[in-house]
């Protein structure tokens, strides 16, 4: 009998995984899941959600997924050759690191004769498939998307697997100390039921929904997306045409458009994707770096960009009309650069994913894709009192300010002596910081 390896990595799931059907086409499978040093830098909410969604995967492969620890180009082919493997098919990973990693492997792989089958991506289409007419990369996300909606797939049915059983090869699963199963569906089957539960009552009101973080108005799959206990193409066969449905849609196009842009342009995970605003004045002196301490912290004062860093800090996951509220005021009312910002988010959140995050940061910091312009700048007051009306959301994450009524509660520095002693003042006046932000940005536009 022919032996593969399925080299699991952003695909833990059974169903609709092309990666597992084309190892299974191929031979019995044995199921192998390679624990990278790097790992060490991802956060510790991420690595406890993605062991305990491995252990979720392995109980539903009967316990035969394979743990080996090691640089995956050194693991792969000893692993091959000590289970006598003639392929390796995986998912490809389009991350900088990913594509240099996934390289290395298959040239060692090579070596020994042994194929490695790239058979799926963690995208509905893949990077790199959506180009112009003159087949230059698109750059705004509108006629990205419209081009986007001509390319996606049909579904397939899954062919029957045949796992090989070489759990004796395995290492332990580590110990997680983690709340993770307590706070978030983990595996395929507890993920579906979310899905499940949240469109039927949410999904058609998704539009008006997706902006207040007090309610459950967005699918919080972002996780499972990331690790690809379910993929898109199976989410988008379920989504019809009304306009909440539509949204849901555009949303999943923005995670491939971020991907298509890495892809294109790696460079831009860490510099300016617009490199006119390498010249945008920013601070990075030790007043700066206190000031981005006392951010990290969740003490600006200011009660929304509290609220969602302590949100992440203790969940790993933050609403996207706050993750959009933060970044802002990082960048325009502190004025330090928007990569600070993108490291803190990816050593905390769940669905730490380096494409939309750091794009996510450009756009808001307003050196990105089609970007909210610099000079549109976030009030974090109106944008608290306009998405969190009822104050309820700040009232979950700071608990020195539940006490407060509503008017007062979203800028309680108005209230002078009788503000709550034990929440901090505003760090600094978003009016002058605005101000500040608009003067610096002179020397980008020259206006
Ligand atoms: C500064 C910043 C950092 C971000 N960092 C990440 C990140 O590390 N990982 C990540 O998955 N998303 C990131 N996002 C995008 C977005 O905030 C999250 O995908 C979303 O909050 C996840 O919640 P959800 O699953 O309930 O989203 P839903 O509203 O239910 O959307 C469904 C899915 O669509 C995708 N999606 C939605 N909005 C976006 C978006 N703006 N960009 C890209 N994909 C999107 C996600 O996969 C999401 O799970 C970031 C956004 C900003 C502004």
Redesign the pocket.
């Known amino acids: 009998m022919t032996i593969t390896i399925w080299w699991i990595r952003r695909d833990m799931r059974l169903e609709d995984n092309r990666a597992l059907q084309s190892a299974a086409a191929a031979g019995s499978v044995v199921p192998l899941f390679v624990i990278d040093p790097t790992f060490a830098s991802a956060s510790d909410a991420r690595r406890a959600y993605m062991f305990a969604t491995l252990r979720s995967l392995n109980e539903a492969t009967g316990g035969v997924v394979v743990l080996r620890s090691g640089k995956p180009d050194e693991v792969l082919p000893a692993f091959a050759a000590l289970v006598g493997a003639s392929s390796v098919h995986m998912a490809a990973d389009f991350s900088p690191y990913g594509r240099k990693r996934d390289e290395k492997v298959r040239v060692a792989l090579e070596q020994s004769r042994i194929e490695l089958v790239s058979a799926d991506t963690p995208y509905a289409v893949r990077p790199g498939t959506v180009v112009k007419d003159d087949g230059t990369p698109l750059k705004v996300f509108t006629p990205f998307y419209k081009r986007w909606l001509g390319f996606l797939p049909e579904q397939i049915a899954d062919a029957k697997v045949r796992f090989e059983d070489r759990r004796e090869l395995s290492e332990g699963f580590p110990d997680i100390d983690s709340d993770v199963h307590a706070r978030w569906p983990i595996g395929e089957d507890a993920v579906w039921a979310r899905w499940t539960q949240w469109s039927a009552s949410q999904l058609q009101g998704y539009n008006d929904n997706?902006n207040i973080p007090s309610i459950d108005g967005?699918?919080?799959?972002?996780a499972p997306?990331?690790f690809g206990v379910l993929h898109p193409r199976q989410l988008l066969q379920h989504l019809g045409s009304s306009e909440g449905e539509d949204h849901?849609r555009r949303?999943?196009a923005?995670?491939e458009f971020?991907a298509d842009v890495l892809f294109h342009q790696p460079e831009t995970t860490w510099v300016n994707l617009q490199t006119k605003m390498n010249v945008l004045p920013v601070d990075t002196d030790a007043a700066a770096k206190a000031r981005f301490a006392q951010f990290c912290e969740g003490n600006t004062g200011y009660p929304i960009v509290d609220a969602g860093i302590r949100q992440m800090l203790q969940t790993g996951w933050?609403?996207?009309r706050v993750?959009?509220i933060v970044?802002s005021f990082l960048v325009k009312d502190l004025h330090v650069p928007w990569q600070w910002g993108a490291k803190f988010?990816?050593d905390h959140?769940i669905?730490?994913?380096i494409a939309?995050?750091n794009h996510?940061?450009q756009?808001?910091a307003g050196t990105g894709t089609d970007a909210a312009p610099f000079f549109r700048v976030f009030n974090p007051t109106s944008q608290s009192e306009k998405f969190d009306p009822t104050g309820e959301y700040l009232r979950q994450w700071i608990p020195e300010i539940a006490d407060l009524d509503n008017s007062a509660i979203h800028a309680p520095w108005e209230l002078g002596l009788l503000a709550p002693p034990a929440y901090p003042a505003p760090m600094v006046d978003h009016a002058n910081e605005r101000l500040e932000a608009l003067s610096r940005y002179k020397s980008v536009s020259g206006k």
């Open positions: 997706r967005t699918s919080q799959l972002s997306l990331r849901f949303e999943l923005w995670r971020y933050m609403h996207n993750r959009m970044a988010f990816m959140l669905d730490g994913d939309s995050n996510g940061w756009w808001t």
